[in-house]
C-alpha cells in the first residue's frame, strides 16, 4: 500500500469560477465537515478502491460535492478551503464520480483536515463567518472584538 | 492583523444560535500562540489575556492619536 505524507499543495479554491478543467470543482452543489479523531486516512479513487493511506493527525473529515470540467484533484492532494473557520488544510482522501453530462461530472470529494477543528455546515457556511457588524456587546470577547475593530478604523 | 468578526457557533455548540462577536481562534493562534490552548480538538482563547494586549494596545493608541505622555 502507498503512503503518502498529505501530498503537493495546489492552492484549489472550490466553488470558484473560471480555475478551469483541473482546478477542482466549478459548481459546489453540497458542503459538511464534522469532527473524527482518525490519525489514519484511508484514500479511495473514483471506483471506491483503497488505494493509499495518510498517516496524519487527522480531526476533521469534510465532503464536498459539485460539478466540475474535471477533476485532476489526486488523492492526497493537499488544499486549502476558504471555509475562513482553521480546517484551511486538508487532504484529499477520496474522489467518486457520479453523473456526467457533456460538459460537467458530478464529483464527490473527501477531505480530512489536519487541525483541530468543530463544525457541521451546509453550503451557506461560509457565510456564518462575517466582519464584525451587528453582534451584541454582551460578553467579554465580543467586547474585545468591538474594541479591536474601533481601533482599526 | 486581528479580523473581528461575528458568527454563530452550530447547533451541537450552541443549540440557540446566538449571534456573537469575536475572533477566529486560529487566526489569534497565528499573531498570539500563546493565547490559544487546544482541548479535547477545539481551541480556545484565552479572553482574559487577550484583553490584555488589547488594552495595552488602546493605551498605545491614545497616545499616539492625543499625544498624551507620561511626565
Not at chain 1, 456564518?128 to 474594541?147: Q, T, V
Request: glycine share 10%.
Amino acid at each position: 500500500m502507498t503512503i503518502e505524507k498529505y501530498g503537493q499543495a495546489n492552492d484549489i479554491d472550490f466553488g470558484t469560477d473560471g480555475k478551469g478543467a483541473g482546478a477542482g470543482l466549478t459548481i459546489v452543489t453540497s458542503y459538511s465537515v464534522e469532527n473524527t479523531y482518525a490519525t489514519e486516512i484511508f484514500l479511495k479513487d473514483s471506483t471506491g478502491a483503497t488505494t493509499g493511506l495518510i498517516q496524519g493527525d487527522a480531526r476533521t473529515t469534510g465532503t464536498i460535492t459539485g460539478y466540475g470540467s474535471g477533476s485532476s484533484v489526486t488523492l492526497g492532494t493537499e488544499f486549502n478551503n476558504d471555509l475562513g473557520v482553521g480546517d484551511a488544510s486538508c487532504a484529499v482522501s477520496s474522489v467518486r464520480a457520479s453523473g456526467s453530462n457533456e460538459d460537467f461530472t458530478n464529483y464527490e470529494l473527501s477531505f480530512n483536515a489536519f487541525a483541530g477543528v468543530s463544525t457541521t455546515c451546509d453550503k451557506n457556511a461560509k457565510h456564518d463567518i462575517e466582519p464584525l457588524r451587528n453582534a451584541p456587546r454582551n460578553d467579554e470577547m465580543s467586547e474585545l472584538a468591538y474594541l479591536v475593530s474601533e481601533l482599526q478604523r | 492583523m486581528l479580523k473581528p468578526v461575528q458568527f454563530r457557533y452550530n447547533e451541537n455548540f450552541d443549540p440557540d444560535c446566538v449571534l456573537r462577536g469575536g475572533f477566529v481562534a486560529q487566526e489569534i493562534r497565528e499573531i498570539f500562540p500563546e493565547l490559544v490552548q487546544e482541548i479535547d480538538g477545539f481551541l480556545r482563547v484565552k479572553t482574559t489575556e487577550l484583553s490584555g494586549y488589547v488594552t495595552r494596545a488602546l493605551d498605545e493608541h491614545k497616545k499616539q492619536k492625543y499625544g498624551i505622555r507620561k511626565r
